[in-house]
């Protein structure tokens, strides 16, 4: 039987010498303080069976979702990008906008902020970004949720009172999985699924493990936390490369994926690691 296509439904890349990655610093992120690009991704995404990719922002500088859309044009892998733009700007329609008619504007799937590293943990519940998160539902576009465990409340209000914007919830809300612990964590997932406008990436829980002894039946309790809340009609791979290197390689947590929805059926598998993004983002492309 050949094997069904995957998509890798989170990744970045960055080059330091175009811009600085402010938040790779210290000992610990230490290996990925690098450049990581297109050309070193693709020989082991085509290697692990990898179709088609959705290409994420990194850091909060307008600049860059339209260096990722020009790569995305000229790359037979990068079926989306996940861009940033500022939520809180009166103009944030234009700005999808314009946007969409640069060179690969029709490759941006999704828009993403670090509400991860706002203090206020209602951020997303405030006036100005709910304004900015209906624009980004206008324009046809989903939102990419980076957010940490108590945040996870914020986020269950607003996709409630958008209905009409999918959020995605990026490394499944980033669980304490290094402390062996669910709560309060499992209940504000649990809450954010109740809600149909919800998906969930099954991404990142290798670098939320124990960096020194984790093994994957740590990251179990999480992923099967995630897998029955969401189902994996609205739960899809990503593998959170170049980040995932701090733990293990691509094809490895592309097997991790995989062992850890092992209990599931070949058609439920197929949404995971494709289906499932395939559809929440539109994508389009060869292969797919």
């Known amino acids: 039987m050949t094997p069904r296509p995957v998509i890798d439904a989170h990744h970045h890349v960055w080059d330091l010498a175009v811009r600085d990655q402010d938040w790779i610093t210290g000992e610990e992120l230490a290996p990925i303080r690098r450049n990581f690009t297109l050309a070193d991704l693709e020989p082991e995404a085509r290697a692990a069976g990898v179709a088609a990719t959705v290409l994420v922002q990194t850091v909060t500088v307008a600049d860059e979702t339209p260096e990722f859309l020009a790569l995305a044009e000229d790359s037979a892998l990068v079926a989306g990008v996940v861009g940033w733009t500022d939520l809180t700007a009166p103009g944030v329609a234009d700005t999808l906008a314009a946007l969409r008619a640069l060179p690969g504007g029709g490759r941006l799937v999704g828009i993403r ?151 599931l059926g070949e058609d439920e598998r197929g949404s995971v690691f494709a289906g499932t993004a395939q559809r929440v983002y539109g994508l389009r492309g060869p292969g797919l």
């Open 113 to 263: 902020h670090q509400v991860q590293g706002e203090a206020d943990p209602e951020w997303l519940l405030r006036p100005d970004v709910l304004r900015g998160l209906r624009a980004v539902a206008a324009a046809g576009l989903v939102y990419d949720l980076i957010v940490r465990p108590h945040q996870l409340p914020a986020a269950v209000r607003a996709a409630a009172v958008l209905p009409e914007l999918t959020f995605v919830l990026d490394h499944a809300g980033k669980p304490p999985v290094a402390l062996r612990s669910t709560h309060p964590w499992a209940d504000g997932l649990r809450a954010l699924a109740e809600l149909p406008n919800t998906v969930c990436k099954l991404s990142g829980l290798v670098t939320e493990a124990d960096p020194l002894s984790w093994t994957v039946e740590d990251l179990r309790p999480y992923a099967d936390t995630a897998i029955d809340a969401f189902g994996p009609g609205r739960l899809m791979f990503g593998s959170d490369w170049p980040v995932c290197r701090l733990a293990t390689g691509y094809a490895e947590v592309l097997d991790i994926a995989r062992e850890l929805t092992g209990r």
